[in-house]
């Protein structure tokens, strides 16, 4: 399966995590910020405890929420 172009190596091989993104080719690391760089602590993540749930995704152990 085919991900993003990687910024890097150019190669079709970068896939998106839950802080970005990463190469697996190359190991480049992109990073983005919650909230489009707004700040804030974000809501509690039911499945790591963390406040790190921005946009109805936890950016730390990649879990969804979404309101039926």
Do not use: D
Request: glycine residues 20%.
């Amino acid at each position: 399966m085919a991900g993003m172009k990687c910024p890097k190596c150019g190669k079709l091989t970068y896939f998106k995590t839950p802080t970005g993104g990463q190469c697996s080719q190359c190991g480049y690391t992109g990073t983005t910020s919650p909230l489009g760089g707004q700040g804030g602590k974000g809501q509690r993540c039911l499945h790591c405890g963390k406040y790190q749930v921005f946009n109805g995704k936890c950016r730390n152990c990649g879990a969804t929420y979404s309101v039926p």
